[in-house]
Nanobody
Framework: QVQLVESGGGLVQPGGSLRLSCAAS????????MGWYRQAPGKERELVAR???????NYGDSAKGRFTISRDNAKNTVYLQMNSLKPEDTALYYC???????????????WGQGTQVTVSS
């Protein structure tokens, strides 16, 4: 059984910063991709940022220049540092990971339960 547990969301004023964390736990053999997606009310889920095991990253257009994704492989944890937050960043942020569980041959996608980020004055 594999779980992703997110933390770090909350209410912040425009221009402020937040750091999200997501820790994977359970019967993990290896993790390929880890990343963050978000979904605002009435909108589709969109990519915020992702990072692969080798450290290569890519960002959604809305995150470029403001957000930074990083990863601690020893802790199976991915972080999202969000700076210069805007009201339009308000959304439910989901952690995603592509994980190979022990005793299996194929990796599969796992999702966290989501953490709310609200940017408002």
């Amino acid at each position: 059984q594999v779980q992703l547990v997110e933390s770090g969301g909350g209410l912040v004023q425009p221009g402020g910063s937040l750091r999200l964390s997501c820790a994977a736990s359970g019967s993990i053999s290896s993790i390929n991709r880890m990343g963050w997606y978000r979904q605002a009310p009435g909108k589709e889920r969109e990519l915020v940022a992702r990072i692969i095991s080798g450290g290569f990253t890519n960002y959604g257009d809305s995150a470029k220049g403001r957000f930074t994704i990083s990863r601690d492989n020893a802790k199976n944890t991915v972080y999202l540092q969000m700076n210069s937050l805007k009201p339009e960043d308000t959304a439910l942020y989901y952690c995603h990971a592509d994980i190979l569980s022990t005793g299996t041959y194929y990796s599969r996608d796992y999702w966290g339960q989501g953490t709310q980020v609200t940017v408002s004055s």
